[in-house]
């Protein structure tokens, strides 16, 4: 069965450091998400991306995050200069024509 | 405002008990529901989608939506220790391709063998 892959499982940084996150989403789907879940809180949405440009993004996306789709097959979210408060699970998510939005395995991001 | 609600838990059922789990939605402009289950440190996994009102059946698994009271269910039947969990709502915000979607805090669940 077709899945979404993230990579790293675990990121560690100093405080001040660029991190990308990358995501092998579903091959057919066209819709491409990140989310992020802060330890015993919400997930909570940050963008979407389809047809190669940002679709929707919420409050928390803020200049300091960037997505790409740099090849066919890749997705990624680039923290420019970390922050202690974005430590969280990071989560990425494919859909196809319908609305249902499958969810990778997650990486998780320990800023120190 | 897009505000989804749910009672955090633990729920804690005996095996073989049919559990139901509520959420709560403040904007009746919602058109889509899921449930998604979520085991400790892993990715949120799809469980039910449904876009109307009623019920919608998958195995042991029933969704029901009720718009007028903006009230969304999950219902277990012959709930197992590996259905231990929490459980999340989730509504997309308008139902369009790429939309974001907003979810509750989820139940955590607990099935004793």
């Known amino acids: 069965e077709p899945e979404v892959t993230q990579t790293p499982s675990h990121q560690v940084t100093q405080m001040g450091q660029e991190v990308i996150l990358r995501c092998v989403p579903i091959?057919?789907?066209?819709?491409f998400y990140w989310y992020r879940q802060i330890l015993g809180q919400k997930v909570e949405f940050l963008v979407s991306f389809y047809n190669n440009e940002i679709s929707e993004k919420s409050e928390i996306f803020d200049d300091q995050f960037s997505v790409e789709r740099p090849d066919g097959s890749n997705f990624t979210l680039k923290i420019r200069s970390t922050k202690l408060e974005d430590s969280a699970m990071y989560f990425c998510?494919?859909?196809?024509?319908?609305?249902?939005?499958?969810f990778g395995p997650g990486t998780r991001l320990t800023v120190t | 405002q897009k505000e989804v609600e749910q009672d955090p838990g633990p729920l804690s059922v005996p095996e073989g008990a049919i559990v139901s789990l509520n959420c709560t939605y403040s904007?009746?402009?919602?058109?889509?529901f899921m449930w998604y289950r979520q085991y400790s440190r892993k990715g949120p996994e799809l469980l039910m989608y449904t876009y109307s009102s009623g019920n919608k059946e998958d195995g042991r698994f029933t969704a029901q939506v009720d718009k007028s009271s903006k009230y969304i269910s999950l219902f277990i039947r012959d709930s197992q220790p590996s259905d231990s969990a929490t459980y999340l709502c989730?509504?997309?915000?308008?139902?369009?391709?790429?939309?974001?979607?907003?979810f509750g805090k989820g139940t955590h669940l607990i099935i004793q063998p």
């Open positions: 091959s057919n789907h066209l819709y």
């Open positions: 989730a509504i997309p915000d308008s139902g369009g391709g790429a939309d974001g979607l907003t």
């Open positions: 904007n009746s402009a919602f058109q889509y």
């Open positions: 998510a494919s859909s196809g024509v319908l609305d249902e939005q499958y």
